[in-house]
């Protein structure tokens, strides 16, 4: 099957998973699957690494993400035209003002991929076409609270 990430689920897997559910690793790690980044997706990658947003050991430089992408085997799809009418079309959520999540939903409609992301705001789309998979990383940061205050305990 075939699946667009988000920025947050990109991260996430720079930095050995941390950040994932069991089911969105099982995911990324099926061979069968197929991987697809929104070059948006490494447009906002590279601006987070330039201006120190995020920590990912392998990242030093910006450029350092399309290494990864290739030792990964994921796919880059390129922003079209097609992706940046249907994100004139889109239908807003009234407080998402991201202009790059809104590029990277249409593009996920477009290309019809499910996409998975940790971001809420979302699933404001799912009736515009947006086949989300929910990366629910407040559950997986309670699971492992409760696991880490269990071991303490005994």
Do not use: C
């Amino acid at each position: 099957m075939r699946y667009l990430l988000d920025t947050n689920i990109l991260v996430f897997h720079a930095q050995n998973g941390d950040g994932l559910e069991k089911n969105v690793a099982h995911i990324l790690d099926d061979y069968e699957n197929q991987i697809y980044i929104s070059s948006e997706v490494i447009k906002e990658v590279m601006h987070l690494i330039r201006y120190e947003k995020i920590e990912v050991k392998q990242w030093k430089e910006p450029n350092d993400v399309w290494k990864s992408i290739e030792e990964w085997g994921f796919i880059v799809d390129y922003v079209k035209k097609e992706h940046i009418r249907s994100m004139g079309n889109l239908v807003m959520a009234k407080e998402h003002k991201d202009p790059a999540d809104h590029i990277i939903i249409a593009h996920a409609i477009i290309n019809k991929m499910p996409i998975i992301s940790s971001d809420t705001e979302f699933r404001h789309y799912k009736s515009q076409g947006l086949n989300l998979v929910f990366n629910n990383v407040d559950e997986k940061n309670k699971i492992a609270k409760k696991q880490k205050n269990t071991r303490h305990k005994r």
